[in-house]
């Protein structure tokens, strides 16, 4: 029995028409990726082409940011499949970031029935960060899968160079990780909760 992924893909792109160029594409898996298929399965192409578009399409949710339509060039996508399609859906998500190099794919993942969930950041078809929480303590609730996509976010946001800001986040959290540790392993909680009483 297969279980069911469902997938959250924010595209960070360049221009309005950059970003309606990548919803098309996302819903239209290319041929290489339909051939592979095929060999993989021992399938004809054109009898499994209708399918593989159907596991592997993204449909658009809504445009990112308080931005005119017209202008918008960040948009979220979603997706399910049964996880026997994970490597199909990802590879869909690589060919098309191939062919906008300069565009952010954020994709995140949930594997409810498997308490699992990652974060995956990639550009030019490469995955440039990931994180995966495999041992989530409630089934649909995080666990330890940090936000590697605020750097990304915010770099997107200034029109700074990928990847610029992620040794200074990664600085910050492990700061704000360390503070909380000694705070709460420290005095300064315990005289608060001295103070309530």
């Known amino acids: 029995m297969s279980n069911w992924i469902d997938m ?23 041929d290489e990726l339909i051939a592979w298929r095929a060999q993989l399965c021992g399938e004809d192409p054109k009898e499994i082409a209708t399918n593989v578009k159907e596991i592997v399409t993204f449909r658009p ?7 005119d339509p017209s202008v918008n060039k960040a948009r ?6 049964k996880d026997k399609f994970s490597g199909l859906v990802w590879s869909h998500v690589d060919f098309v970031s191939c ?17 699992s969930a990652s974060r995956r950041v990639i550009r030019a078809g490469q995955e440039i960060r990931s994180v995966y ?10 666990w330890a899968l940090p936000d590697i996509f605020a750097p990304y976010r915010a770099e997107y946001e200034l029109s700074l160079e990928c990847g610029s800001l992620w040794d200074q986040w990664l600085r910050e959290m492990q700061s704000e990780l360390a503070d909380l540790k000694a705070f709460y392993d420290g005095s300064k909680a315990a005289k608060l909760q001295g103070s309530d009483q």
């Open 8 to 30: 959250r893909l924010d595209v960070l792109a360049s221009s309005p028409d950059e970003i309606n160029q990548i919803e098309r594409a996302l819903q239209n898996p290319c």
């Open 61 to 67: 949710v809504c445009n990112l940011g308080y931005v």
């Open 76 to 81: 979220r996508f979603e997706s399910s499949w």
């Open 99 to 115: 062919d906008f190099p300069e565009a952010l794919f954020l994709g995140e993942h949930w594997n409810l029935q498997a308490s």
């Open 133 to 142: 929480d495999g041992s989530q303590r409630a089934q649909g609730y995080e």
